[in-house]
């Protein structure tokens, strides 16, 4: 249990856990966004009644959800200074204008659109309200920009000098450091994947009403829009991936060697499984010789150095931020931990395959769908289908923040530097075990809501029998189809929350 | 004045206007969240609460985030210090904005856990409240440093423990910041909830007392401060003399927001009930200048505790001056600034002008 007195293992530990959460939300949003403004595009062109229940069903899960990504933010946002002080000196002159931009041009944004998404569609009018639908989604968007931008020029820092005591990076060209080498892969990389999952998840709902055989036609109506989404952004999904992946053979050399175990100098081939050996050294794997190389440069004799070269041949103190200073022992040979990355790396394009054969899956359900049969072997994997892109954007994730260890910003700071020294073992104890139960509350409550509110699905007569009370309101004769249209509500609140239903008094 | 004096200056200002902006917009919902329970006591009335504070909350709350962030971007080792120094209270801020964040949400749509989403709501909206103002008083006084090396890099550390953050003078600015969210939040539900309810009734009576309440609290934190805290200063407070005009700013602010009170204008109130707590930046932030965090010679340890601050231990002192980013970066904030700000401005007016007026009878059911 020694880790339990080190606070630099702990701070990660934090991280990790705040981070991983946090990005649970945040692709559900960014991903079902994109969906909340096509379905409200759709609904603003037809205003069909249908249409009009499937926008809202789409805001209610949206919403549910994006808060839970706003909140868990905060803690991202915080934690830099809270248990990360060291690296927020030492980066602040170029890290904290992105997140500054962040908060000032994207956070605004989606903040203040959320609230009129949420409360006003009886306020303003059809057009304003599908421009906040898709202001909303598009501060998503922005912030993933700026906050990708950050993550990248930890990756691959650029347009910075050091500071002459070397306490700190120091900007020397803010385009540079912004457009730094992996900033438009890594963006392009990381938003599509946000795309395939939230094509998943609606093409999961709809393929659930199907299985229930209730909501058919927006079961099918669902699928149908998940798939044509998910198509276009699983292929685009190829040249994005090989775009980052070029940009990590040119920039992060030991992270390449560390995704295929490859120890030696030599072309780098691509495994399909393996394992490996960090002992010994040695790769286990079944693969195709070369094909890395092929792949990074069109061509399969191109040399890739291997960890072996990499471990220990370049000293700490020939890194410009550590020469003169005492080496740490933390620095690991300069490379990463293998097997991790390894598996990571070959589990995320693993699942790439398996995100293609389940596209097929729900073509063919939806196509059964279409001439009336119900294949519920086919329906229920679709509706497992968002494990699929949401393991695969867990480990890339993995492999991008494991496999550049033991750098917190690369060939510039030490992870085991980085952390708040001023925070006791103790106290972070105290907020790991808060942060654990607090987390699995929300995910708890989370979780309720959503399956609630898919159950109770799009709700075609809660508005036609509101439209209704409003419209004979005031007239006599009305009474009896305004009690009727309370009923209705009523109803509607018993699965869903209209919150006449809270009232109850 | 070189450009990069002129930039450190700016941002100091901006930040102070970033927490101005906070303290107005979050400030009422932060003190409608509270008051909750004890304004409302039926379903209707309780949801007439959500309903004023639910379609603003989050853009307020981003008046935080926006300062913080503009922390760590212009004065980096202010930010690291005070954030990982603080961490604790820090920590239960930071929790408190989450759960009330997502009990806003939920409350409404999750009737089973209503209960629960009421509870955190109100402890949500106490715990950042209470303990932005304990900071505040904190930072004013200065804190106990010592420097701690990591690896190859030694700075400056807070040396105090959790509960010397929680001593007298930090204690009297959190009730006083308390105060004024209570205010502003009393005010905005009169604004907002329909004229004959009870929430609005119950509104106004606490509006005014919470009112009072802040100038009470005003002159105990202001007389303890004169007492017991300005002598440890010394000369090393060149702004001292603007922190007096806000002062008087104050107390001009409290009169003419009580001569609205009394007659009966409510927009006008709420609006009036505003110049407290922008005031009462303004005196933090006179009183620090040029200092971000002044250093102070307060006893040090994990377990120590004190009631008058040491001396100034200006030596220490993290200054605009020399603990900020560089020009360049400045710049390049300051442009963004100047992209991003209007258009901040623009969002509000929008939403506020779309939610504006009294929430109606007839609309309570929406939320």
């Known amino acids: 249990m020694e880790f339990l007195t080190d606070v630099a293992v702990l701070s990660r530990i934090q991280f990790a856990i705040t981070v991983i959460f946090h990005f649970l939300f945040v692709p559900l949003s960014i991903g079902l966004g994109l969906f909340v403004a096509l379905a409200e595009t759709r609904y603003y062109r037809t205003r069909d009644p249908k249409d009009r229940a499937a926008t809202k069903f789409w805001v209610k899960i949206f919403t549910t959800t994006f808060i839970i990504g706003v909140a868990t933010g905060i803690t991202m946002e915080f934690s830099f200074g809270t248990n990360w002080a060291n690296y927020s000196r030492f980066v602040g002159d170029i890290f904290g204008a992105p997140l500054a931009a962040e908060a000032l041009l994207a956070f605004f944004l989606e903040s203040v659109f959320l609230g009129i998404v949420i409360f006003a569609r009886n306020k303003i009018s059809p057009k304003l309200y599908l421009v906040s639908a898709w202001l909303t989604w598009f501060g998503s968007a922005l912030s993933a920009l700026w906050i990708l931008i950050a993550n990248s020029w930890m990756q691959t820092p650029a347009g910075y000098a050091l500071a002459p005591d070397k306490s700190k990076a120091v900007i020397t060209d803010f385009w540079a450091a912004a457009l730094n080498p992996s900033t438009l892969a890594r963006y392009l990389h990381a938003v599509d994947s946000l795309l395939i999952l939230g094509s998943f998840c609606v093409m999961a709902i709809g393929a659930w009403y199907l299985v229930k055989k209730r909501n058919t036609d927006h079961g099918k109506q669902f699928i149908k829009m998940g798939l044509t989404v998910g198509i276009v952004t699983v292929i685009l999904m190829l040249p994005f991936a090989h775009m980052q992946a070029t940009v990590v053979a040119e920039q992060q050399p030991a992270k390449l060697a560390a995704m295929e175990g490859q120890w030696k100098d030599g072309p780098a081939d691509m495994a399909i499984v393996g394992w490996v050996d960090e002992a010994n050294k040695t790769t286990t794997a079944l693969s195709i010789p070369g094909m890395t190389s092929f792949l990074a440069s069109w061509n399969t004799e191109t040399v890739y150095p291997g960890l072996d070269t990499m471990a220990n041949k370049v000293s700490l103190s020939d890194f410009k931020a550590y020469d003169g200073v005492k080496v740490t022992e933390d620095y690991q040979g300069g490379i990463p931990p293998v097997n991790v990355t390894f598996q990571a790396y070959h589990l995320m394009v693993a699942l790439y395959a398996l995100l293609i054969l389940w596209l097929v899956l729900a073509g063919l359900a939806l196509r059964n769908a279409n001439k009336g049969k119900t294949s519920k072997a086919l329906l229920y994997l679709t509706i497992f289908g968002p494990l699929v892109p949401f393991l695969a954007i867990q480990s890339g994730w993995v492999v991008a923040e494991v496999g550049r260890q033991p750098w917190v910003v690369y060939n510039l700071m030490l992870t085991n530097e980085a952390y708040s020294p001023i925070v006791s073992n103790v106290e972070l104890i105290i907020t790991i075990v808060l942060f654990l139960l607090f987390y699995t509350i929300l995910f708890i409550a989370w979780l309720r809501l959503v399956f609630k509110q898919i159950k109770a699905g799009p709700q075609l007569e809660d508005d036609a029998g509101l439209a209704a009370a409003l419209a004979t309101a005031g007239s006599s004769a009305a009474d009896a189809a305004s009690s009727d249209a309370g009923s209705v509500a009523k109803d509607a609140s018993a699965t869903d929350d209209t919150p006449v239903a809270k009232g109850g008094e | ?367």
């Open chain 2, 1 to 367: 004045m070189e450009v990069h004096a002129i930039l450190q200056v700016l941002w100091f200002l901006l930040i102070a206007v970033l927490l101005m902006g906070y303290f107005i917009l979050d400030g009422f919902d932060l003190g409608a969240g509270i008051l909750y329970p004890f304004v409302a006591k039926k379903e209707s009335e309780k949801a007439i609460v959500r309903q004023a504070v639910g379609p603003v909350w989050d853009g307020n709350e981003v008046w935080l985030l926006t300062g913080g962030g503009a922390l760590f971007a212009a004065f980096p080792p202010a930010y690291a210090m005070s954030f990982s120094g603080f961490y604790l209270a820090i920590m239960l801020v930071l929790f408190g904005l989450i759960f009330r964040a997502i009990a806003v949400e939920y409350r409404g749509r999750d009737p089973k856990w209503k209960g629960f989403w009421d509870a955190v709501f109100v402890v949500g909206s106490f715990l950042p409240a209470l303990l932005s103002g304990a900071a505040i008083g904190n930072v004013i006084q200065g804190i106990a440093m010592d420097s701690v090396t990591v690896g190859q890099f030694t700075h400056m550390e807070y040396a105090g423990g959790f509960f010397s953050l929680l001593n007298p003078f930090a204690l009297l600015c959190a009730l006083t910041g308390l105060m004024a969210f209570l205010t502003q939040g009393a005010a905005w539900l009169c604004l907002k909830s329909p004229v004959d309810n009870l929430v609005r009734q119950r509104a106004k009576q606490l509006r005014s007392t919470f009112s009072i309440g802040q100038l009470v609290l005003f002159a105990l934190t202001s007389a303890y401060f004169f007492l017991l805290v300005l002598p440890s200063f010394g000369d090393t407070r060149i702004g001292m003399p603007v922190a007096y005009v806000f002062a008087a700013v104050f107390v001009v602010g409290w009169i003419v927001s009580r001569l609205f009170m009394a007659n009966k204008n409510d927009l006008m109130s709420f609006l009036s009930v505003n110049i407290t707590p922008v005031a009462l930046i303004g005196i933090t932030a006179a009183s620090l200048f040029p200092n971000l965090i002044p250093a102070a010679n307060n006893p040090k340890g994990v377990f120590t505790y004190f009631i008058v601050p040491g001396a100034a231990d200006t030596a220490n002192s993290l200054t605009i001056w020399a603990h900020s980013s560089s020009e360049l970066s400045l710049t390049a904030m300051t442009i963004i600034t100047c992209i991003g700000l209007p258009l901040v401005l623009l969002y509000h007016v929008i939403i506020y002008r779309t939610f504006r007026g009294r929430i109606k009878e007839e609309e309570i059911g929406e939320y």
